[in-house]
């Protein structure tokens, strides 16, 4: 699924938006949050039901985030066997939908972890689709402001130095059999088009990854579909299932049609 933006003055979430709320011209903070949840869900997955829960996907944010340019996002999913993709939504961002992940069968879709920018307080849902297509959904607030202007660097220059350059950190697996846990670190500036060039004081125009496929030896580990809410230099953190059959690829494309590629030895089980 490609993500398409959702930005606040689009006709799609715009209007549905300014319908719900017109409609009340005393609605309190949480009936205007769920009237702009309702924007877009319907935005987004059409009038397919989501259904509320507390155990198919668990989302861990922090209530006050310390910064709104780079807030941790973990998704835990117990139920993993039964989960084709994950949706992450930042209700209140320009962009709501920050990253759709679908999970190949390389996958361990148990943990996922990930940075975004947060422009405002804020809800957060966690929406998980499952294999026989049914929609599951979670949802955290956020306290946070500014994350989706701040500055990278003085200059755009300094930002895409080294732009594409990744590393990856494996996490020693408990025994044969048992998931590997990488971090994939991936050196890219993210422009969104709401930062500010510090020197010449105009915004930089955007540029920031929108796709990333990631396979172990043959198989798909996940492919991601992202916009303008995932953070400066993106580090995810995934579980794969290793067997020995080949190294990491990662497949890194952005908005302005820039690409990135390189494979990461996976080290052998020790125990």
């Known amino acids: 699924m490609k993500i398409r933006p ?7 979430v715009g209007t549905a938006l300014a319908q719900n709320v017109l409609a009340a011209d005393f609605a309190s903070p949480d009936d205007e949050r769920a009237a702009r949840w309702s924007a877009i869900a319907k935005a987004v997955f059409g009038d397919r039901k989501i259904e509320p829960t507390e155990t198919l996907i668990k ?6 985030a310390q910064d709104a340019a780079l807030m941790p996002v973990t998704l835990r999913i117990p139920e993993k066997d039964k989960v084709k993709s994950v949706y992450l939504v930042i209700d209140d961002n320009p962009s709501p939908l920050a990253a759709h992940v679908t999970f190949g069968p390389a996958a361990d879709p148990g943990l996922l972890q990930l940075r975004v920018r947060v422009d405002t307080y804020t809800n957060v849902h966690a929406v998980a689709e499952t294999r026989d297509g049914r929609l599951f959904g979670t949802v955290a607030f956020v306290k946070a402001s500014g994350g989706c202007s701040a500055p990278v660097a003085a200059t ?4 895409m130095q080294g732009m594409g350059e990744m590393r990856m950190k494996f996490t020693e697996r408990s025994g044969p059999g048992m998931p590997t846990q990488a971090t994939l670190m991936i050196r890219h500036p993210n422009f969104n088009g709401m930062q500010m060039n510090q020197l010449t004081r105009n915004y930089s125009p955007p540029r920031y990854i929108d ?3 990631v396979s172990y030896g043959d198989s798909t580990i996940f492919d991601l579909d992202a916009d303008i809410s995932l953070s400066t230099n993106p580090v995810i953190t995934f ?7 080949g190294p990491v690829k990662v497949i890194a494309s952005d908005s302005m049609q820039g690409r990135w590629e390189q494979s990461f030895d996976v080290p052998a089980t020790t125990n």
């Open 156 to 159: 755009d220059e300094e930002a």
């Open 6 to 12: 959702l930005v606040l003055c689009g006709a799609v």
């Open 239 to 245: 579980s794969f299932l290793s067997n020995g059959n």
């Open 211 to 213: 796709r990333l496929s």
């Open 59 to 64: 989302l861990e944010a922090p209530q006050r």
